[in-house]
């Protein structure tokens, strides 16, 4: 992985000496010198959360000055849980994606007993708790989120990768406020066939997840459907207390709208919860639903898109 570059972009700077003076010969950049980063590099501040392998604090690179999350994972934990693999597989997946809507992940290091991934630090935080404090979000909200998520899905699909795990857990909140889709803890080339155990919460899943059968990229259509309901309404729409009535309303599509929900929200959210992978409405189809292009502020995805 060669992502050494943004924390030191201060390195390629000109000074107005530069214009003056004989010119420099060129100096290799951090990433040149093929450096490695150390916990030496960065000052370790608050801790922004905890996680099954360890935290994830603010933490500062002391040269730039460049503010960024660092999460910290156990080595032995992630040996006795069989993740390493994974791991790596998330980190070769994450490092390689470069999206407005995805959190970055700039770079990795270890020591004996741990290993360090440098994430983009999202500064107005986690999605689930800005949800909860208001407890459901209008109409404009609500639709920017979805066309900044479908945005975000159509590059990782372009990349062949699934995410399989879109829900407000997963999603923090950048300097404007934009949703950036932070967990690859589940994502998988695709297609997929595998059947890991489904832990945690159904809420999100679709019925080939929960029913074990293949499944391909439009599992993340189901659940921007699912998102799109939470966002609206403050819980998702196939909640129950347990398990098994949750598995029976997915597999009905047993969906019902408080009545303050538009008929245009209803229609985008039905079209996209089909049991039928085939029948879901695609990506560029969400994009252009006429409660998107009613509701949604798009500038956000104009702008990224011309840099
Ligand atoms: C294994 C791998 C390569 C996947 C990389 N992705 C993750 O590890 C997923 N992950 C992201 N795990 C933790 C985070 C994470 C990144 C958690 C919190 C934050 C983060 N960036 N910024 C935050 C953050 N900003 C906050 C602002 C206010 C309150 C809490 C905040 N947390």
């Known amino acids: 992985m060669a992502s050494k570059g943004p924390l030191h972009s201060k390195e390629n700077v000109k000074t107005a000496k530069a214009a003056i003076a004989p010119p420099e010969k060129p100096q ?38 460049y503010i960024v999350a660092m999460k910290v994972l156990s080595k032995t934990q992630l040996k006795s849980g069989h993740f390493e693999h994974q791991l790596r597989r998330e980190i070769e997946i994450q490092s390689h994606l470069r999206h407005p809507n995805i959190l970055r992940l700039f770079g990795y290091f270890y020591d004996t007993t741990r290993v360090y991934l440098i994430l983009e630090y999202a500064p107005q935080g986690e999605l689930y708790k800005a949800l909860r404090a208001e407890r459901k979000f209008d109409e404009k909200k609500s639709a920017t989120f979805v066309a900044q998520l479908a ?6 699909h372009s990349k062949k990768v699934i995410h399989r795990d879109i829900k407000p857990e997963n999603l923090l909140l950048g300097n404007n406020g934009e949703l950036k889709i932070a967990d ?8 997929s066939s595998r059947r890991e155990t489904l832990c945690g919460t159904l809420d999100y899943l679709p019925p080939e997840m929960i029913e074990g059968r293949t499944h391909d990229e439009k599992v993340d259509l189901w659940s921007v459907g699912v998102l799109c309901y939470e966002l609206l309404t403050g819980s998702p729409p196939f909640e129950t207390k347990s398990h098994s009535d949750t598995y029976k309303k997915i597999c009905r599509i047993d969906v019902h709208f408080p009545a303050h929900v538009s008929p245009g929200a209803k229609d985008l959210i039905m079209r996209l919860l089909r049991h039928d992978p085939k029948e879901r409405l695609s990506l560029d189809r969400v994009l252009t639903h006429p409660w998107i292009r009613e509701h949604a502020d798009v500038a956000s995805l104009v702008v990224h898109k011309r840099k």
């Open 28 to 65: 290799p950049s951090r990433e040149e010198k093929k450096k490695k980063w150390t916990l030496e590099d960065f000052e370790i501040g608050r801790p922004l959360g905890k996680g099954k392998f360890g935290n994830v604090y603010l933490a500062r690179e002391k040269t730039t000055k």
């Open 184 to 191: 690859f803890g589940w994502s998988v080339h695709s297609p």
């Open 151 to 156: 945005d975000a899905l159509k590059y990782c």
